[in-house]
């Protein structure tokens, strides 16, 4: 039995799946160096989009990891328009518009240091396996697959399989954690079921290059493109680099059929108005659901990312849930190994996560429900009639979508309440709402961003340990806030007379 290049001994965390959130987790327990194995069953090699939609907290994560500059370099490019477009086809009519302010543009987001960033995996999961390889105390395997483990008090024994040479061993960690996202056989082992009613389509994904597709149509550029016709709303097109690469989902049933290749020219024409230029780089075909796992643990096993909730993208939650979840177990993990955590801590997962979990699928899934619309048929035609019906659905689709795009309260607001591990300070909750971000200073929360000097906010400073906070009720001038703290130690007080309200241990830096 060997320890898979950690030196024989049993390895502290194991993980698997290095997608962006068991990247995530081994970027976490890598910082704080606790030694793991992070095992891939692919190559590493990449080559159709998934996510996209960086909200602001992920983007603080990899600020934290000092990578969110190149993140931000990434993707699509600052200046593109970054609203929801809804037309019946890039020829045909425009129905309605949702503006959003541009991404990576410079300081202009009040609630915190960095802003949401449309940069697709393509190319943020190159930059967050680089971030990792760099971390002594990671190592990871390629093409090597889990199998199955065997749990007891002491640790867990997993079955792993190198897929070049087919050689399978044996190794021992203390914790596992499953990142294999959603066809990962972890949670049925620890008695998850994932049952077909949670099936809401099976969508296909066509992935092209149509160089500068905007010049050729009147509608303009837009990261976000949604198209209805006489069937309502079939299929939505994502800019991925700016440039030329697009990605056009289209809407299926939810029994799954097979995909006719003749069926991909046709859904481009439809989506088009008529032929244009392009040409295919990939086809996929995917099952989109409404699941989260009735439980995330048991015993030492973890489940975190898509192999513990699975969404609609409507909305882009799925890959930041999973980001967050990661930050949680990662300095809980850290803790019970250093002998720190106390006994109950890691139960706490489940307590935290799951019901965020619950909050932004749920929220996913009634984004994808607001897709059903009044009859649509004849919204095309240049007639009285066909005017009127776009003009009605041109007002519901801005009534109702909105939400959707601007989601800053769902990725900022969540809080932990009825974590056994938070201690309420008897203040009034701030409403937990989906567009609106409220900061606030309860316990549970994302700390609010204040900042300290020059593009540094109280965050940073927050982020290297666990804080404590105190403060007096001086006036800001008598009692200003002290600027070097960065490289502070646990703990670290601050004196904050900006904050109005006392809280306990706001472990928030670590959310
Ligand atoms: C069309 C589409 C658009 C999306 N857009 C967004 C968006 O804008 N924003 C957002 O937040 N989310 C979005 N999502 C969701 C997002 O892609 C997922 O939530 C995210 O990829 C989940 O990450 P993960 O690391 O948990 O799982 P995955 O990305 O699925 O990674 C799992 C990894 O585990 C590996 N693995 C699996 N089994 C094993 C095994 N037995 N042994 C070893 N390795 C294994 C796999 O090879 C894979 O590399 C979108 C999804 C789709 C389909």
Known sequence: MTAAGLGGSKIPVLIVGAGPVGLALAAELGRLNINCLLVEQGDGSFNHPRASELNARTMEFFRRWGIADKVRAAGTPKGFPNGALFVTNFSGHELARISRPGHAEERDFPNGPERPKRCNQLWFDPILTEYVAGLPSITRRMNCRFESFTQDSDGVTIVLCDETTGHRETVEAEYLVACCGGHSSIPSLIGVILDDDSILDHSVNIFIRAPTLWEQHDKGASSLNFFIDDEGLWGGMSAQD??????LTVHGPRELVARAEADVPACLERMFGGPFDYEVISVVTWTRRS????????????????????CSPTGGFGLNTGMGDAMDLAWKLAATLQNWGGKDLLASYDAERRPIGLRNIREATDNYMRYEMPDTRGINDDTEEGSAKRENIGRILRDTRARQFLSEGLAMGYRYDPSPICWPDGSRATPDEITAYVPSARPGGRAPHIEIDSNRSILDVLAKGLSSFSWANTPPARNPLPTPLAGAAFPCVLRLSQIPRLALYMRTAWL
Do not use: P
């Not at 700016?242 to 990605?247: K, Q």
């Open 242 to 247: 700016g440039r030329e690469l697009w990605r």
């Open 291 to 310: 699941w989260v796992a009735d439980k995330y643990s048991e015993g030492r096993v973890f489940l975190a990312g898509d192999a513990a909730h699975q």
